[in-house]
């Protein structure tokens, strides 16, 4: 099966999941994706594993109005970003494909929607990550727009049950949903993790000064991650013995570390940290927090249970029905301060053998959730779209 994937942008995790779903069809999967939004490092991963069957185009130019450059710090449906890749389209048509998968509905699924509005012969497969809440401020005009393009659309891959659930609400048919085309690399990090020595946990520990329990959140420092509500419920929960690790960057940094010292909140902000050495981090940490407010499928939490931690996670978070369960976590709503004070002490109330063992649950349920899942969900929908089409 020839499967040509269309993808503007992609990061570390995605190559796994390419690399075995191109031995399912048989090596004969073409990646065509943005080379000028794409690191050196990435373009070197993809071609070690595709090839000259990884296409990175130049050239790009867009419409967009957005109230920042970077359309993915704001919340969901504050701006529009319409782009247009010359060649495209006939990069498609020279892959030849069974069938294409696109990312979602905007970006460069224009291309794929308009080969198979004029191509009935080449199926379309659509990797969808939204739920219906980061859809809840959804305009008229972009929901005519989704329900237009689902009749060029012969199967979908949802990350999980709340995005497969607005999939239907939009007037996707159960057959034609598959799940779990979201993963981290869990394998790779597990790996890495256990490759850490304890003396090397402990000197990073050491040059941080931490002895108690490490509260670990990962991500951008932005309104959208819900930082500043978990400082608050920290003050809130105030215990001098812990300390609250943040890694990442964003525009919110300032402010957020400004709160830290007026407040004198037990907080580090390690800044941001390269993919290739998060490991330690997720090493010495007791505990993975994600506040987030609205995300579709934060990928640091599979990532944090790869690492053998517990989770404390949103309910504004796509992933927590398949991830996070009492055996591995915790669930909570960071809009509503006592709910979230109430996690945190009861984290700290936990004893660290119990939180291990909470963590050894994590690595458990993550299982379930690997590259190789991945590749095969999104490569079973591939066969379900070429089937539908053959009755065409």
């Known amino acids: ?100 998968v ?84 869990t394998e790779g990090l597990s790996k890495a993790v256990l490759a850490i020595p304890q003396e090397q946990a402990d000197s990073l520990r050491g040059t941080m000064n931490i002895s108690g329990k490490i509260f670990l959140c990962v991500g951008q420092l932005i309104p959208r991650k819900g930082i500043m509500e978990l400082l608050k419920a ?27 010292r007026q407040e004198n909140l037990n907080t580090i902000f390690t800044g941001r940290i390269p993919y290739d050495v998060i490991m330690k981090y997720y090493r010495i940490a007791d505990v993975f927090v994600m506040p987030t407010l609205e995300d579709n499928w934060s990928l640091v939490v599979p990532e944090a249970m790869a690492c053998g931690l517990p989770i404390a996670c949103s309910q504004y978070n796509g992933c927590w029905p398949e991830l996070v369960t009492s055996e591995n976590g915790w669930v909570f709503d960071p809009l509503n301060l006592n709910d979230t004070v109430q996690m945190l002490q009861n984290i700290r109330n936990k004893p660290k053998l119990e939180l291990q063992q909470m963590g050894k649950s994590s690595e458990q349920i993550v299982s379930r959730h690997t590259p190789a899942t991945a590749a095969a969900s999104i490569f079973e929908a591939c066969e379900k779209a070429v089937s539908i089409s053959g009755k065409q």
Not at 239 to 248: A, F, K, P, Q, R
């Open 1 to 100: 099966m020839r499967i040509t994937w269309v993808t503007r942008s992609f990061l570390d995790y995605r190559i796994p999941v390419y690399a075995e779903l191109d031995r399912l069809c048989g090596n004969q999967l073409t990646l065509i994706y943005n080379r000028e939004c794409t690191s050196d490092t990435l373009v070197s991963k993809i071609e070690a594993a595709l090839g000259d069957r990884a296409i990175g185009l130049t050239g790009e130019f867009r419409l967009a109005t957005t109230k920042r450059k970077n359309i993915t710090n704001d919340f969901a449906n504050q701006g529009i970003r319409i782009p247009y890749q010359p060649g495209l389209l006939r990069e498609i048509s020279k892959s030849s494909p069974d069938v294409m």
């Open 102 to 185: 696109s990312d979602g509905f905007m970006q460069w699924t224009y291309a794929p929607l308009w080969k198979r509005l004029w191509n009935h012969k080449v199926p379309h497969v659509m990797c969808y990550e939204r739920t219906a809440h980061t859809e809840r401020k959804c305009q008229w005009y972009r929901r005519f727009y989704r329900k237009w393009a689902m009749n060029y659309i012969d199967a979908y891959c949802a990350n999980g049950k709340l995005s497969g659930e607005y999939l239907e609400q939009l007037g996707a048919k159960k057959e034609q949903i598959f799940f779990g085309h979201m993963v981290a690399d």
């Open 234 to 260: 920290w003050k809130q929960a105030k215990n001098d013995n812990d300390t609250l690790l943040l890694v990442g960057d964003g525009f919110q940094k300032e402010e957020l570390q400004a709160f830290c």
